[in-house]
């Protein structure tokens, strides 16, 4: 008896199982059908991280140049980019030497958090770009944004910056805005006289690649095997040889040399400017800001008076 009476409750069992399953699906596709015709599409998290253009400027330097960098912070900081853009610029170097550079990098690390160290001894044309590279994507695999998404790619693009360069940002969002996210290799082509981004190799002054660029030296071993000479033209090296960076765009003449002193590599200042590099000391500085008018945001205030 007790036998025969437990099939058929088996078999309700199972029915009973089966409608709900055909009511959750038919509950989850008319909330579906809700949700994708309440919301409009900007309000999705997804589409608007999509959205954004996020930029890593790198500036290469030395742990001892804590003025340039604070002049830097401050040509950097007092640029407002536009919407939709994130451009974050670090400061790159290798290991610290010296006891006091614990204690004051330590400080600008607390206080402006835009500093890597990397692991490697200081030097020239000896793979302190391609360290940086192949460092990148380990650093960057779980930063987390302040509402606490990873995004990926972290930067869609990464910008490898002299220390005596003058980016515009939002110049450079505007210029990268429109480009291919992927295979990117972009710059002021060298040697100078050439517009043909396959001529040669983009120069150290600042230029720019893609994320997946980034991953392919963190993996490959041909940055690995050639790493001695100048840093800018041992990375155009690597994309002929790789066969990368398909996607070239030739930033001349919105980056260029200071005009001063003249050379083929240089360019008077004009409106139509990106980066311009060679701002070996603080007369060139200044012509170039006043004539960007970078101060001119500057708010009136009784607090002061500059003419
Ligand atoms: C949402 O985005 C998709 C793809 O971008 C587009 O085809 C669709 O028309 C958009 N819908 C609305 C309501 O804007
Ligand atoms: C730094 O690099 C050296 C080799 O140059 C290696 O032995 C060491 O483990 C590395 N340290 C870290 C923290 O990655
Ligand atoms: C850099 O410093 C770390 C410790 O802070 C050390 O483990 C590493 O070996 C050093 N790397 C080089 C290349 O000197
Ligand atoms: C990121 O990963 C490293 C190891 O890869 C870990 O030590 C660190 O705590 C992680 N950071 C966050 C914010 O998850
Ligand atoms: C700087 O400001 C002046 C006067 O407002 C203007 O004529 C000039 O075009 C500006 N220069 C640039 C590069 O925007
Ligand atoms: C750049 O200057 C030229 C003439 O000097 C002017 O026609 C043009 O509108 C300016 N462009 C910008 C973006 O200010």
Not at 49 to 77: C, M
Not at 147 to 154: A, E, K, L, T
Not at 177 to 194: A, K, M
Request: glycine letters at 4%; aromatic letters at 12%; a neutral charge.
């Amino acid at each position: 008896m007790a036998v025969k009476s437990s099939k058929p409750n088996r078999e309700r069992f199972m029915l009973s199982c089966f409608t709900f399953i055909v009511f959750l699906c038919v509950f989850a596709s008319i909330n579906e059908v809700r949700f994708n015709g309440a919301l409009p599409n900007e309000s999705l998290p997804t589409n608007s991280e999509d959205d954004d253009l996020r930029i890593l400027i790198s500036v290469l330097t030395l742990p001892d140049q804590y003025q340039r960098r604070h002049f830097l912070r401050l040509v950097y900081g007092t640029q407002t980019t536009i919407e939709g853009a994130k451009v974050d610029v670090k400061f790159v170097f290798c290991n610290l030497t010296k006891e006091d550079q614990k204690v004051l990098v330590a400080l600008e690390i607390m206080r402006y958090n835009d500093i890597i160290v990397l692991n490697c001894t200081e030097n020239m044309n000896k793979g302190k770009t391609s360290t940086f590279f192949t460092s990148l994507p380990e650093i960057f695999n779980n930063e987390t944004t302040t509402s606490g998404i990873v995004p990926y790619p972290p930067y869609h693009y990464v910008m490898k910056a002299d220390d005596d360069t003058y980016v515009r940002l939002n110049s450079l969002v505007r210029s990268l805005r429109p480009l291919p996210r992927e295979d990117l290799y972009y710059g002021f082509v060298i040697p100078c006289g050439s517009m043909d981004p396959f001529k040669h190799y983009m120069s150290g002054m600042g230029f720019v690649v893609s994320w997946d660029i980034v991953e392919w030296i963190h993996g490959s071993d041909i940055p690995r095997k050639h790493v001695e000479g100048p840093e800018d033209k041992v990375f155009g090296d690597w994309m002929r040889w790789a066969r990368r960076g398909n996607n070239r765009f030739n930033a001349k003449w919105s980056m260029y040399n200071y005009p001063d002193p003249p050379s083929v590599c240089s360019h008077d200042l004009w409106n139509d400017t990106i980066a311009v590099h060679l701002l070996k000391n603080q007369e060139k500085w200044i012509r170039t800001l006043t004539y960007f008018n970078h101060t001119h945001a500057l708010k009136p205030s009784k607090l002061y008076h500059i003419p």
